[in-house]
């Protein structure tokens, strides 16, 4: 029904940038927040980023100044602007969007998640 598509994540160097983009496709109504979580190995998945439909962003903490969420809801996109990486912030980056789904299907809003990129900073 719904996919999520991520991609631009890879290897670059302590202190460089990547932008991870993640596409929503499928028969949708309407996508509500939308965000950006990562799993480093042997470690639990965690929030990154979200951004509501009216563009209100929240921040883990430890990214806040260096990365920046952002979306075009005409194409059902979420970008995630990494500045500054840092080695521990090696990890599967994954997206995540509350979907609605067509009205006439009476489902309402499902959650659903990418397969994730890998991005890799190397010291």
């Known amino acids: 029904q719904v996919q999520l598509v991520e991609s631009g994540g890879g290897l670059v160097q302590a202190g460089g940038s990547l932008r991870l983009s993640c596409v929503a496709s499928?028969?949708?109504?309407?996508?509500?927040?939308m965000g950006w979580y990562r799993q480093a190995p042997g470690k639990q998945r965690e929030l990154v980023a979200i951004i509501s439909s009216g563009s209100v962003t929240d921040y883990a903490d430890s990214v806040k100044g260096r990365f920046t969420i952002s979306r075009d809801n005409a194409k059902n996109t979420v970008y995630l602007q990494m500045n500054r990486l840092k080695p521990e912030e090696t990890a599967v980056y994954y997206c995540?969007?509350?979907?609605?789904?067509?009205?006439?299907w009476g489902v309402g809003q499902v959650n659903y998640w990418g397969q994730g990129t890998q991005v890799t900073v190397s010291s």
């Open positions: 499928g028969t949708i109504f309407s996508i509500n927040a």
């Open positions: 995540n969007a509350d979907v609605v789904l067509p009205p006439s």
